[in-house]
């Protein structure tokens, strides 16, 4: 099944990792859990190799819990 950024036919998939939303940060009370993040990547990392040769930029930002942010960045 195609998403809707496949139909786009990007040339390249830009992402903004933005950690704000974890359930420790102190500026923020979205409460999500490491789990939530690795779906979300998991789900945006699935796309690149079948629209645009797998190019695909992940830029970190945000984020202040500094032990959930390290757990949150790594990629199996």
């Known amino acids: 099944m195609r998403t809707r950024l496949e139909d786009?036919?990007?040339d390249?998939?830009?992402t903004s990792a933005d950690f704000?939303?974890?359930r420790?940060?102190?500026l923020d009370n979205l409460m999500l859990k490491t789990k939530v993040f690795a779906w979300a990547?998991?789900?945006v990392?699935?796309?690149?190799?079948r629209c645009c040769e797998g190019r695909i930029v992940s830029l970190r930002e945000g984020g202040y819990d500094l032990q959930g942010l390290g757990r949150s960045v790594v990629f199996p």
């Open 41 to 43: 990547t998991g789900r």
């Open 20 to 22: 704000d939303a974890r």
């Open 12 to 14: 390249l998939i830009l």
């Open 24 to 26: 420790r940060d102190p």
């Open 45 to 49: 990392t699935e796309v690149p190799d």
């Open 8 to 10: 786009l036919r990007p």
